[in-house]
């Protein structure tokens, strides 16, 4: 499992983070945990494998959003007790 965390440059309120969201959930249909905020300017998300920076990017820039840095990591699925 790998999660992505994008810094997304013109997210002004909740609805643009839903509307990233979105965009983010249409370009990575296997993504879960996708969650944004305009305040960080960012968005996190995680998939089963690394996922194509350009496919977002093209897609961020279509609904008027610009992506600065896309960050990879290794992530581990965490149980109830640790």
Do not use: Q, W
Not at 21 to 27: E, L, P, S, T
Not at 33 to 57: A, L, P, Q, Y
Not at 59 to 77: C, F, P, Q, R
């Amino acid at each position: 499992m790998v999660k992505t965390t994008l810094k997304i440059d013109g997210m002004m309120c909740g609805m643009c983070e839903s509307h990233v969201n979105d965009i983010v959930r249409k370009a990575f249909p296997n993504a879960s945990k996708v969650k944004s905020s305009h305040r960080k300017g960012e968005c996190s998300f995680v998939t089963e494998d690394k996922v194509d920076g350009n496919v977002i990017k093209d897609a961020l820039d279509e609904m008027g959003y610009k992506l600065i840095a896309v960050n990879s990591e290794n992530y581990e699925k965490r149980g109830i007790f640790g």
